[in-house]
């Protein structure tokens, strides 16, 4: 044998790990496909431990800062959105605190090996998740507060319809829900 025959032979893999392209398809349709079900602890801690840093941080330097002196009835120190806006203020930092707290409700079933398909779990991630997006809806002023209540609103029933049904569930609720609009424009055409 010649140099480069055996370098072909150590460098080429060998035949039989490598699994034909179909199955290598197939595999990737697979883990594309899987929804929640598919998600590994590891993968959720780290989300869970993504969401704790960043309520933390919000919750510790809010929007607008904090005032720098005392001066015109304000304190050193004190929030300036919670003097300026003091409803938006509290529901910041209500969803805050629930974010941060659930976050660490998750990684505490995650590394206590809670299943990933519990509901404990599904419902702690939905909480911790949505709380951090009203955090962000709420450091927004230029909506109402109500308005900011309906979005977050949305993005619960959202992720309601997301994670909280197992697959084959979503797929009742889609099949029932394609039924009633199917009879309803049989019955009314519009």
Request: aromatic share 10%; hydrophobic share 40%.
């Amino acid at each position: 044998m010649s140099q480069t025959e055996t370098m072909v032979e150590v460098t080429s893999p060998p035949k039989d790990l490598a699994p034909p392209p179909q199955e290598q398809q197939q595999q990737q349709q697979e883990q594309r496909h899987r929804g929640w079900e598919g998600n590994e602890s590891s993968t959720l801690l780290v989300v869970a431990t993504l969401i704790i840093a960043l309520t933390y941080q919000i919750g510790t330097n809010p929007p607008g800062g904090f005032w720098q002196e005392d001066a015109n009835g304000h304190e050193a120190g004190s929030p300036i959105m919670r003097d300026k806006h003091r409803k938006r203020y509290w529901l910041f930092m209500t969803a805050a605190w629930v974010g941060f707290g659930d976050s660490m409700l998750l990684t505490l079933w995650l590394l206590t090996g809670a299943p990933v398909n519990s509901r404990r779990v599904r419902w702690s991630f939905v909480v911790a998740y949505s709380s951090l997006q009203l955090t962000y809806i709420t450091a927004m002023h230029g909506t109402s507060l109500v308005m900011d209540l309906l979005t977050w609103a949305g993005i619960m029933f959202v992720l309601f319809l997301v994670i909280g049904f197992e697959k084959n569930e979503r797929n009742k609720l889609g099949s029932r829900c394609l039924s009633i609009f199917e009879n309803r424009r049989l019955v009314n055409p519009f």
